[in-house]
């Protein structure tokens, strides 16, 4: 039987976030889907191409989906106070459009996809004091207040642990929380007492067939080990030390290519230049998700990287999962979840944070391994994905909570 689901989300198509499938799946099934939405900027900050405050309009975004699009200030250079303008345009305009949806027809579930900050959370509590028969879930990709604590946002053990009151509170509406990493169970189970349900991400479709047909329009050198990058260039990504890194390799025939944007985009670009080491990168602007794996194709190995702190511990990097589907031998500079996914799965090497010339010397042995023995990294890789990640699982997982 249909159900009438309404999701809350800060993104949607054609921004790139798993929400995206999730909605398809719930049309495919054949539920009418209201998405609660605002104009695509991230993570440019600024407003897509054919979008802007004249785009602000309901759309029929497949035959059982409708999208309503919300004014709010984009992210623009994404410091801290453009974020906070952008957070809260959205929350007033959710905030008067939940008000309006108080007089339309009853949805029986509310599906919200928390990435940050934990506001979008609060309107849906509204929504369900006037229809107390709703369903609410919560997919908590970001956990609040020890997120703004790991990024220096909020460093007042007072105000963390009144903003720890606060989410315990909201949390206490929801009828079921879904969790993107195991790391986060105990401390959601702190504030939470009721079903807490793992969920972790997937590779897009593109990604997980690594249908890698695409034109792309990439000149790299042929006698050089490629190391690759894609997604956000951010402060939680740490690249401060790769630097170094990049200059203790300089002399190999190594190759790094970034692709993505992000709020230190620049400043890595600018270390490099300093270091006279632009010679040895190259910066490919963020692509649409079906390019890909045309794109990973070309390198050698994938990298990935998270800053040294006890709550990115506690994440798996969206990426990785990304990378074992399209069959990648993985650089990992991180630790906690995401280090022990690529252990368990012999994919390929993890190094702490800090230790630059370890990590030179790590990919130093990586260049020497033959294309058999990367292509079989690769393929413990994928088998580990299989297993614990398959898009399928996830998608019959999540039409269950609806049933």
């Known amino acids: 039987m249909a159900k009438r689901i309404l999701i809350y989300t800060n993104h949607f198509y054609p921004e790139q976030f798993k929400i995206n499938e999730i909605v398809d799946w719930l ?36 035959d059982n989906v409708i999208v309503n699009r919300l004014p709010l200030i984009p992210r623009g250079n994404a410091n801290y106070f453009m974020l906070v303008l952008n957070y809260l345009s959205y929350f007033i305009s959710t905030f008067f459009f939940t008000i309006y949806l108080l007089f339309k027809k009853r949805y029986d579930y509310i ?79 702190r504030r939470y007492k009721g079903e807490v349900i793992y969920f972790p991400n997937w ?13 792309i329009d990439i000149s790299l050198p042929k006698d050089k080990f490629i190391i690759m990058y894609t997604g956000n260039i951010g402060e939680a990504q740490n690249f401060n030390d790769l630097t170094e ?37 190259l910066f490919i602007n963020q692509v649409k998700v079906d390019q890909i794996p045309s794109y990973a194709q070309l390198a050698n190995v994938m990298f990935l990287s998270l ?31 995401g280090a022990k996914i690529i252990k368990q799965s012999k994919c390929g090497i993890v190094q702490e944070n800090g230790d630059y010339k370890e990590l030179a010397n790590q990919i130093k042995l990586m260049t020497k391994l033959s294309n058999e023995e990367l292509m079989a990294m690769g393929d413990r890789g994928r088998n580990f994905y299989n297993n614990v990640f398959l898009q399928n699982k996830r998608r019959e997982q999540i039409l269950h909570l609806f049933d």
Request: hydrophobic content about 35%; aromatic content about 14%.
């Open 203 to 215: 590779a897009e479709h593109d990604i997980e067939k690594n249908i890698n047909d695409k034109d």
């Open 307 to 337: 800053r040294k702190n006890h709550v990115f511990a506690r994440t798996i990097p969206a990426k990785l999962q990304s990378y074992l589907a399209m069959k990648k031998p993985v650089v990992g500079v991180l630790e906690g979840e």
């Open 111 to 189: 599906f919200v996809h928390h990435t940050s900050p934990i506001l979008i959370a609060i309107h849906p509590i509204l929504y369900s004091l006037f229809h107390k028969k709703t369903k609410k879930y919560l997919w908590d990709l970001d956990i609040w207040p020890e997120t703004l604590e790991a990024i220096n946002i909020v460093k007042s053990k007072f105000v963390l642990s009144q903003i720890s009151k606060y989410v315990k509170f909201i949390y206490s509406f929801y009828d079921k929380i879904l969790i993107a990493s195991e790391g986060f169970k105990d401390i959601i189970k």
């Open 27 to 62: 049309s495919e099934e054949g539920h009418i889907v209201r998405v609660i939405t605002g104009i695509p900027n991230y993570p440019s900050g600024k407003y897509y191409k054919g979008y802007g405050f004249q785009s602000i309009y309901k759309t029929n975004y497949k």
């Open 245 to 281: 890194t990049i200059r203790q390799l300089k002399d190999e025939q190594i190759f790094w290519v970034f692709i993505g944007g992000g709020r230190f985009k620049k400043e890595l670009e600018l270390n490099l230049k300093k270091n006279n080491l632009t010679n040895t990168c």
